[in-house]
């Protein structure tokens, strides 16, 4: 998509767009003459400026030109110019239009409110149509062109320096998740991220199976271990802060494709768990993202990468694994593989590159789904600063994230008789017991937050900034986030 800021509407040929309040006085003044004729037309749809419903009209004595009036109930913040342009972009993306302009003028959104429309719009005309080679021309999309009017000088700018590289990376995840398991697997999601990183300044570095078995990485070899796509540690450094500055460390879970393995999961739904790399590739589309736009910070992104299969060399519940911490972890269940894969991420991270914080990303638990739905991803962490810093970001960023408990009663439950813990507790606070189980794994008092996003990585249903399916969560969040280190 084509992103376009004007003081003035353009020439030519486009689809008008405009907000309208719901309660101001309905069809906005800068229509002239054919307001009023807007106006019924309004009426007639039951239009009354709601928050995300929209009217259509058509103007002119030839009636040429698609007027699209999109409510935006009282507000003119970031969210409301958010709704307004992905409202706007999900009606017209396959509408024959090919242009669209969305005029702000009399309104007053504020520059960041008019940039972050156009965030809107480019995230929501995203959509992966590689194996879709009998799509009608009627259905594949015409709209190439967005041209933002009235937003205000810096709006441009603000787009340009830094949502515009935030939409890139949220690309960048989103394909990802949707790309299917024959297609991304340890090694092509390096593959796909190198390509990605290119002329970025990010620097990339892998560790393959026996470079991981050297430092002795159990946990995580021992979810690869039946498969046959080799494990990958995936490494992504941007330097952007001060010389030697700790870095702030983002780790994400990417389990290429989880059948549970040996504890195999049912047949129903099982496809979903081609996402199962949703945190990795939020860390990834991050990284993208902080790179592409210059984020005056050190960061280190770290993905720990592996496919769980039922194999006959595959691990059995009630093996032993040793991790690279030294501590040792009864798999009780080889579903419970997430956790097996961070904490050695976790421990690689945190000897090697001594982070001033770490922030890991990973579909973790069916009962995160549970109990917050798709609504907000939990957040568990050791330090209130830190998570009323991530708190605060999802707020801005649009990433909702809900406070969830640790505690030393919850820890209890993951002790094992034969090993150091196990990994699974009781069916109740599955979440919780396995944020404890990567607790175990925090050293020198390192701030950490787990984020479980099993119920935002993947969408059931069509949002502002993504139609069904993978919806690019963390970027946002994450790019928010490095930007309140930033100086
Ligand atoms: N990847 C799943 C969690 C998941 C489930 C994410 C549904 C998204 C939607 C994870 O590896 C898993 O299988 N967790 C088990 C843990 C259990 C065996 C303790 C679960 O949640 O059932
Ligand atoms: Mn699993
Ligand atoms: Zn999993």
Redesign the pocket.
Known sequence: MQIHFAEQRPAGDYALVLPVRSDGDGVPEVLGADREAVAAAAKRQRFAGESGSTADAYLGADGGRRLLLVGIGDKTDVKAAEKLAGTAVARLLTSGETHAVIDLSGFDFAADAAARAALAAELRAWRYDRYRTRLKDKHKPTLARVTIVGGGKDAAALWKQRFAAVAAGVALTKELVTEPANIIYPESFVSRVKANAEGTGLEIEVLNGPAMAKLGMGALLGVAQGSVREPRLLVMRWNGGAKGEAPIALLGKG?TF?T?GI?I?PALGME??KW?MGGAGAVAGAMKALAMRGAKANVIGVCGLVENMPDGNAQRPGDVVTTMSGQTVEVI?T????RLVLCDVMTWVQRTHKPRLMVDLA?????M?ISLGHEYAGIFANDDELAGQLLAAGLDSGDLLWRQPLGEAYDRLIDSPIADMKN?GPREG?SIT?AQFLQRFVEDGTPWAHLDI?GMAWSPKDKTTFSKGATGYGVRLLDQFVAGFEG
């Open positions: 389990v989880d549970g504890s999961k979903a768990m199962d269940n579903d419970a593989e997430g579909t973790l638990t069916g009962a789904v699974v599955g396995a099993a």
